[in-house]
């Protein structure tokens, strides 16, 4: 069971404080939300952050690219160090190539699927993925309601991975808490992304209440 905590929700003139204080208090990944005013209604940021949070962490750099013909940015988030590229099936006309991009540049990769898209979209890819990330709220925006009708598709994953015997990762995304975390596992989930509860407050003992909820 992995936490990765999202930067959207951290200082963003502290990166490098936040990134080091999210490690320290048991960060497994670090989630960058990279979002372009087009895919996605919000604009945040792009490689250069993950370049400069790059040296300050030994977290694995989650990078979910929430941008249009996401396939043009690989070679730029390599560059700059990211670890793992998550990409939207709602973003390109080329989710197997994208995908296929990804795992040649030799990083992780990650096949994204929006509340409103059904696992099907997704189903041919799974075997070259190392994580499937379920959204849990719709992309653009940190502080919603986590959305449980997504859990569905979280059971769905987890029996067809048994199923065929493969071992990618999956994640969850939005509004996830101490409570809702507890739904994410039951159903299959072994990542979660969490913003606004880990930074509401205390991020330490935040951390430490959502990996208690989780044992
Ligand atoms: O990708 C996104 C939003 O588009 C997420 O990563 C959010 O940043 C999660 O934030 P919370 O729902 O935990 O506040």
Known sequence: MKLA???LAADFGNFERDARRLEAAGADYLHIDIMDGHFVENISFGADVVKAIRPVTKCL??????VENPEKYVASFAQAGADSLSIHVEATRHIHGAIQKVNAAGLRS???INPGT??????HVLEIVDMVLVMTVNPGFGGQKFIPECLEKVRELSEIRQFRGLDFEIEVDGGVDNQTIIACRDAGA??????????????????????????
């Not at 750099?61 to 929430?66: N, Y």
């Open 110 to 112: 990650a096949v994204v």
């Open 61 to 66: 750099l989650d990078c979910h690219l929430m």
């Open 118 to 123: 059904d696992i099907s979209s997704i189903k």
């Open 5 to 7: 905590p999202s930067i």
């Open 190 to 215: 072994d990542v979660f992304v969490a913003g606004s509860y880990i930074f509401d407050g205390n991020v330490e003992e935040n951390i430490a209440t959502l990996r208690a909820a989780l044992n």
